[in-house]
């Protein structure tokens, strides 16, 4: 098992950027993949990117791909999502995932962070 903790959210205008981090306690964060996922008011939680264990590889949803990018620092047990270009749509609370392979689907991560809110004003 594995705590984490997301941080770096909050409130930008459309067309800002934020780095959110999700830093992680013990010392086998590098065996573990990680993956972003949101959930906006009313909506169910949706996949935004993945990474696997040693960055080799990375996946992310249509809707963030070419705007949002996933990366580890695996000396530091943080992952991060760089967020450029951000949209009203893209309002949601961000949640940090762990788990042993690197996928899209949320029930194959096995812990969660609490989650941060980001807000996109228009």
């Known amino acids: 098992q594995v705590q984490l903790a997301e941080s770096g959210g909050g409130l930008v205008q459309a067309g800002g950027s934020l780095r959110l981090s999700c830093a992680a306690s013990?010392?086998?964060?590098?065996?573990?993949?990680m993956g972003w996922f949101r959930q906006a008011p009313g909506k169910e939680r949706e996949f935004v990117a993945a990474?696997?264990?040693?960055?080799?590889?990375?996946y992310y949803a249509d809707s963030v791909k070419g705007r949002f990018t996933i990366s580890r620092d695996n000396a530091k047990n943080t992952v991060y999502l760089q967020m450029n270009s951000l949209k009203p749509e893209d309002t949601a609370v961000y949640y940090c995932?762990?788990?042993?392979?690197?996928?899209?689907?949320?029930?194959?991560?096995?812990?969660w962070g609490q989650g941060t809110q980001v807000t996109v004003s228009s």
């Open positions: 995932a762990a788990g042993p392979v690197v996928t899209t689907t949320s029930g194959m991560y096995d812990d």
């Open positions: 990474i696997s264990r040693s960055a080799g590889n990375t």
């Open positions: 013990g010392r086998t964060f590098s065996t573990y993949a």
